[in-house]
């Protein structure tokens, strides 16, 4: 069901975080929508206790950024027109013995996954990154 561009534009910093990644999910649709919502679907798996968070909101993105934390950022999803992103705000930091990162290579702390549209999606290699930054987070914390 399409909710209204009020519910969307007009009230976003009222919603819940969860609410607005809804809108943002059924927002996209299509195959970067059901990547986004699969990836948040295995994030939340992974770690029950991880807190929903939209951050950066602006007017050419009312909704925010999706951002899941425990004790710290655990990842963002930033989504592209050719690309559904997982940023893991400490990945220089994490081992990825099944070298899932090809984004983001080049910086000292964060790295990311583009995903396009077709890729297949490592859960386990995926599941065992988000443990790790939640470990670190909680280590750090």
């Known amino acids: 069901?399409?909710?209204?561009?009020?519910?969307?534009?007009e009230?976003?910093?009222?919603?819940?975080?969860?609410r607005l990644i809804d809108l943002?999910?059924?927002?996209?649709?299509?195959?970067?929508?059901e990547l986004l919502s699969r990836?948040?679907?295995?994030?939340?798996q992974t770690d029950p206790e991880a807190v929903e968070?939209?951050?950066?909101?602006k007017p050419s993105n009312p909704l925010g950024v999706p951002v899941w934390s425990h004790k710290g950022i655990i990842c963002t999803g930033e989504t592209y027109k050719n690309a559904v992103k997982l940023t893991f705000a400490q990945g220089a930091m994490l081992d990825d013995p099944a070298h899932l990162y090809n984004s983001s290579l080049e910086g000292s702390v964060r790295r990311a996954i583009d995903f396009h549209e077709g890729d297949k999606v490592n859960e386990k290699a995926l599941k065992a990154l988000i443990r790790a930054a939640v470990a670190l987070n909680?280590?750090?914390g």
């Open 24 to 33: 943002k999910i059924e927002e996209l649709g299509g195959w970067r929508g």
């Open 39 to 44: 990836l948040r679907a295995l994030i939340k």
């Open 11 to 18: 009230a976003p910093s009222r919603l819940p975080a969860s």
């Open 138 to 140: 909680t280590l750090k």
């Open 53 to 57: 968070e939209c951050k950066w909101k």
């Open 1 to 9: 069901m399409k909710k209204s561009s009020s519910e969307t534009f």
